[in-house]
């Protein structure tokens, strides 16, 4: 085990806090959502695609249609969760867009136990359960159920679903494939969604400001290689209910941002919220570790 899979759970961290950005540049950015969608992949794939054809050439040749047909799919339910988010972030508050968005661990935990009828522990749940109430208490519990918000605020709850269901889809695939080849098969699956719905819906390739290439830049650089790449990688290393739980910390980090640019200044209840969410987040880490710890003595028959 090198340095990197040692430290994979800080390297989500950092992952969650690059993430945090991409409210505040999809704000900035003056483009639909699907524009918003193709720039961030158009920029972010080549950095992959050289390093998968420089190095992994023989694994990429060796991926079966399958497994193919896997990355496919979780690059369907990738671009889905960005332009429903994309969406979000132009019809509400970046506080309420990324705590609706950040409820996917519950649909993971809902979909794992459920149908794979997988285990976890109680106080793991514990800790899910008060890290995502504390977020919902970031907005001080006043979403608007009226007019513009409230479609945000639908949209952000699909986002939600469609982020669980991608990284279930990477947590299989990652087992199976190099992870740089799976994260160039799945980017590129995203990217020819969003191509085909430029094509179809006729939204403009060019036009765009100098300050929107440059946020959109900085959207790919930041936040895809930054934060969906590095979770990706992690996908193979740590369970997806740890990483879309301390994804939750996003809303902290973003919604700090928002205060700063924007002057969206936090309540007393979204301050709370956000002690509620950090600690919530620090006692499923801690709960998560035991678990795994018991599940490797486990199979070592201890």
């Given at each position: ?39 961030r ?5 080549p950095f ?9 050439r023989?694994?990429?040749?060796s991926?079966?249609?399958?497994q ?36 996917h ?16 522990t109680?106080?793991a ?12 208490i ?6 608007s ?25 990477g947590?299989?695939?990652r ?19 969003f ?17 929107d290439?440059l ?19 992690c996908?193979g ?66």
């Amino acid at each position: 085990m090198n340095v990197f899979e040692r430290n994979a759970k800080k390297v989500v961290v950092m992952g969650a806090v690059a993430a945090s950005f991409s409210a505040i540049f999809i704000r900035l950015v003056d483009a639909d959502p699907i524009a918003i969608g193709f720039y961030r992949l158009t920029l972010a794939l080549p950095f992959f695609a050289v390093a998968v054809f420089l190095w992994h050439r023989q694994e990429l040749w060796s991926i079966t249609k399958k497994q193919l047909l896997g990355c496919m799919l979780g690059g369907l339910f990738l671009a889905a969760h960005f332009f429903t988010w994309f969406t979000a972030i132009g019809h509400t508050t970046v506080a309420s867009a990324v705590v609706l968005c950040s409820t996917h661990p519950i649909i993971i935990l809902l979909i794992t136990s459920l149908f794979f009828r997988e285990k976890t522990t109680g106080k793991a749940v514990i800790g899910v359960m008060v890290a995502l109430a504390g977020a919902a208490i970031i907005t001080g519990g006043d979403y608007s159920f009226a007019g513009d918000a409230i479609f945000g605020d639908i949209m952000a709850a699909l986002g939600a679903l469609f982020m669980a269901l991608y990284f279930l889809v990477g947590r299989r695939m990652r087992k199976e494939i190099n992870a740089t080849v799976y994260v160039f098969l799945i980017f590129t699956g995203c990217w020819i969604v969003f191509l085909i719905g430029m094509v179809a819906t006729g939204t403009p390739f060019m036009g765009y400001s100098g300050a929107d290439y440059l946020y959109l830049f900085a959207l790919a650089i930041i936040c895809q290689i930054g934060a969906h790449a590095v979770f990706n990688w992690c996908l193979g290393h740590v369970s997806p209910l740890y990483i879309s739980t301390i994804e939750t910390g996003e809303a902290i980090f973003a919604s700090t941002l928002a205060v700063i640019l924007f002057a969206e200044i936090p309540t007393l209840w979204q301050i709370i919220g956000g002690a509620i969410t950090i600690c919530g987040l620090l006692y499923y880490n801690y709960h998560d570790i035991d678990h795994q710890k018991e599940e490797i003595q486990d199979r070592a028959g201890y």
